[in-house]
T-cell receptor, first 112, second 113 residues
Framework: SQTIHQWPATLVQPVGSPLSLECTVEGTSNPNLYWYRQAAGRGLQLLFYSIGIDQISSEVPQNLSASRPQDRQFILSSKKLLLSDSGFYLC???????????FGSGTRLTVV | QKEVEQDPGPLSVPEGAIVSLNCTYSNSAFQYFMWYRQYSRKGPELLMYTYSSGNKEDGRFTAQVDKSSKYISLFIRDSQPSDSATYLCAMGFMNTGFQKLVFGTGTRLLVSP
């Protein structure tokens, strides 16, 4: 069966520090991968999506970046965090169309 | 106008009530429709998906799609306190090989014992 792992679950980082969030998927090949941010009362904001290794599309210009070094690994990074980067970050995967996404358990990031 | 509109709630109901959650959308090209449930501090989990207008039932849950009105609903019968969560609608297109869903902002549901 397919599973998605996302870590860490919570993170408190100072402004200006770097960020690395990791997501891995098991039990499927060549998944589409997504990074979302969910701010309180504002719904899900798509940040990046990837249809293959080293194929990343950015939806929102900001100080975040994403990489996909392996087929089932998706990494969200920042060189210098801003207060506005605080939020709940979700990784998701899908295969094909019409079946929705499977989300990870999320990382709650607080930038202080 | 947002592509997908959803009342944020909260919607408070007593245990056993029938709950109706709704979304409206503006893009008539959407081809499939989903409902996700999200518990506090957890990732959303897929509850139901449907491609066509009409009703789809799964246990206590019924998803309804009215493409002519651009309106979708999720009904929960015999609601339980464990149903207390945020419910997000989502919709997408049947492109080949890749899907990008559009989500509503979610409705928070509170079921009191």
């Amino acid at each position: 069966s397919q599973t998605i792992h996302q870590w860490p679950a919570t993170l408190v980082q100072p402004v200006g520090s770097p960020l690395s969030l990791e997501c891995t998927v098991e039990g499927t090949s060549n998944p589409n991968l997504y990074w979302y941010r969910q701010a309180a009362g504002r719904g899900l904001q798509l940040l990046f999506y990837s249809i293959g290794i080293d194929q990343i599309s950015s939806e929102v210009p900001q100080n975040l970046s994403a990489s996909r070094p392996q087929d089932r690994q998706f990494i969200l990074s920042s060189k210098k965090l801003l207060l506005s980067d605080s939020g709940f970050y979700l990784c998701a995967w899908s295969v094909g169309t019409g079946h929705g996404y499977t989300f990870g358990s999320g990382t709650r990031l607080t930038v202080v | 106008q947002k592509e997908v509109e959803q009342d944020p709630g909260p919607l408070s109901v007593p245990e056993g009530a029938i709950v109706s959650l709704n979304c409206t959308y503006s893009n008539s090209a959407f081809q499939y429709f989903m409902w996700y449930r999200q518990y506090s501090r957890k990732g959303p989990e897929l509850l139901m998906y449907t491609y066509s207008s009409g009703n789809k039932e799964d246990g206590r849950f019924t998803a309804q799609v009215d493409k002519s009105s651009k309106y979708i609903s999720l009904f929960i019968r015999d609601s339980q306190p464990s149903d207390s969560a945020t419910y997000l609608c989502a919709m997408g297109f049947m492109n080949t090989g890749f899907q990008k869903l559009v989500f509503g902002t979610g409705t928070r549901l509170l079921v009191s014992p």
